[in-house]
């Protein structure tokens, strides 16, 4: 993240430079939008793999996502009224849970 910020800001600086010995606007937004097509290009993008020693489990991010989410929409107030954390975690468990383990108390013994 930092690098993607100083070839940003390198290349804006690079374009206002431009922009100081050209001087028109659209000259100057040449420059920038290369400049930004450029700061885009050059870092990939990965997607971060799952274990798979915790898909399934209750550690599993997909699992706790969903719980997240779950739970922030039951306990959100609805007019009047509001279901408590205790009140939902049963029910978000039974929309979220995949496996077995999921649906436990605890973490299971082996």
Known sequence: M???RSIIITA????V???SLSGTRAQFLQHVL?????ATIALPAYAKE???AIKGTKKDPNYEKCLSV???DCTKPKGSEQKSRQECLPEC???CAKTKAQLM???PKE
């Not at 804006?12 to 374009?15: A, D, E, F, P, T």
């Not at 290369?34 to 450029?38: K, L, V």
């Open 2 to 4: 930092l690098v993607l």
């Open 12 to 15: 804006l600086v690079w374009s």
């Open 17 to 19: 430079q431009a922009w």
């Open 34 to 38: 290369g400049a930004a097509a450029t």
């Open 50 to 52: 799952v274990d798979p």
């Open 70 to 72: 779950c739970m922030y």
């Open 93 to 95: 468990k039974q929309k």
């Open 105 to 107: 108390l605890g973490t």
